[in-house]
């Protein structure tokens, strides 16, 4: 029997992660951890019968814990809670599937007790890539990537010299913009921008799927999971999304993982790796899919990827003021406060706005993420 907490069970990839969970029998979940959907979060303690789990607010477990009243499950609170789940002493496996910088810390905590991570949160390493990742050599913690890009890669790596990798090759699908221009850009409504031709994701991974955003922070976070040089780091627009990423060795041969655009694949490869098993699920049919096409990303239209790349050269903090930057700009265009396209331009005014500090630690990465959000209150008139 495997142990495994979620950080962020109510979300898509925490929902797919308990779908895996009622498929497999031999993985039971001890912890739970959600923002605020508690309605959600009781059906799934009800049914997974966690003995710890966790909600953002006070209020929120206060009510949960009267709902919950007649299980043997304690309730705990805010980040105090995500970090005891996160420490759970039975847990052999944490997926953090929270999203923003809230997960740094218990991701750091679950380390520090020695347990694997497959992870999720992609804020962890574009931020704190320098921090996580020799914890993770020092306590022999294997960080499994859940991302599909970064799961493809891993899985073209497996029985390979990884000193024998020359590049390489993140694909992204182009979102539900490609092709178009900055002026159609300019008049994007909500919910074109939610419509991903292939992926089924949550709202803010959607847009930055639209906004070529996600690839940024991907190559972000390949850097710092495969020690790469990012100069060694492609993205390739690959519209179909049936090569979720590709691996080039130094003799010219490129490895590259194939298959529906399901995120379950990536999840279960990390939660049984090095197994695989058997999944539910359609297959590629390649005489349906015909052919497969390739394109050079659109930096020029689509600037939030290139400010990625600028920031992810730049280091240290930068990382951290774009990411900050671009939560709070998705966040404000979800509910209708600013225009798509003004997404990337208050990502760039976060970054000149920045004074950069070399290696942040915890403290300083989280006071970056305050002080963009300031610049963004203090600038942006709403």
Same mark, same amino acid.
């Given at each position: ?85 996160? =420490? ?100 994007? /409504?909500? =919910? ?41 780091? /492609? ?21 590259? /993982? ?41 930096? =020029? ?40 396209? /003004? ?40």
């Amino acid at each position: 029997m495997k142990k495994i907490a979620i950080l962020g069970s109510t979300g898509s990839i925490g929902t797919q992660t308990l779908e895996l969970v009622r498929d497999n029998p031999d993985l039971q979940v001890v912890g739970l951890a959600a923002g605020s959907n508690i309605d959600l979060l009781e059906k799934q303690v009800r049914e997974f019968k966690p003995r710890l789990v966790s909600l953002q607010s006070s209020k929120a477990c206060g009510d949960l814990e009267v709902r919950l009243a007649d299980l043997p499950v304690e309730v705990v609170c805010g980040m105090e809670g995500l970090i005891r789940i996160a =420490e759970m002493e039975e847990s052999e496996l944490l997926v953090t599937a929270i999203v923003g910088m809230v997960g740094i810390r218990p991701t750091i905590a679950a380390i520090n007790k020695h347990k694997d991570i497959a992870l999720a949160n992609k804020e962890t390493l574009v931020t704190a890539g320098h921090i996580i990742m020799p914890l993770a050599k020092e306590k022999g913690v294997s960080i499994l990537p859940v991302d599909s890009e970064h799961s493809a890669i891993f899985q073209s790596m497996q029985g390979e010299n990884r000193e024998r990798v020359s590049r390489l090759l993140i694909t992204a699908s182009g979102g539900p913009f490609r092709g178009k221009t900055r002026a159609e850009l300019e008049n994007v /409504q909500l =919910e074109d921008a939610l419509k991903h031709p292939n992926w089924s994701m949550g709202h803010k991974i959607t847009i930055d799927s639209a906004t070529l955003v996600n690839k940024g922070l991907e190559v972000m976070e390949a850097k710092w999971l495969f020690d790469m040089d990012l100069d060694k780091i /492609q993205v390739v627009v690959h519209p179909q999304s049936i090569i979720h990423s590709m691996v080039e060795y130094a003799d010219g041969g490129i490895m590259a /993982q194939l298959g529906t655009p399901d995120m379950k694949l990536p999840i279960q490869y990390a939660l049984f790796y090095p197994d695989r098993r058997p999944m539910k699920g359609k297959r590629v049919d390649f005489y349906e899919l015909g052919c497969i096409t390739f394109e050079r990303p659109d930096m =020029e239209t689509f600037t939030g990827l290139k400010l990625a790349m600028r920031a992810a050269k730049e280091g240290g903090s930068v990382p951290t003021v774009f990411n900050a930057a671009n939560e709070r700009a998705v966040s404000l265009f979800l509910t209708g406060k600013i225009r798509f396209v /003004q997404i990337p331009e208050i990502i760039e005014m976060c970054m000149e706005a920045h004074k950069r500090i070399e290696a942040p630690n915890v403290e300083e990465i989280l006071a970056c993420e305050q002080e963009t959000y300031e610049v963004i209150e203090s600038r942006l008139i709403l």
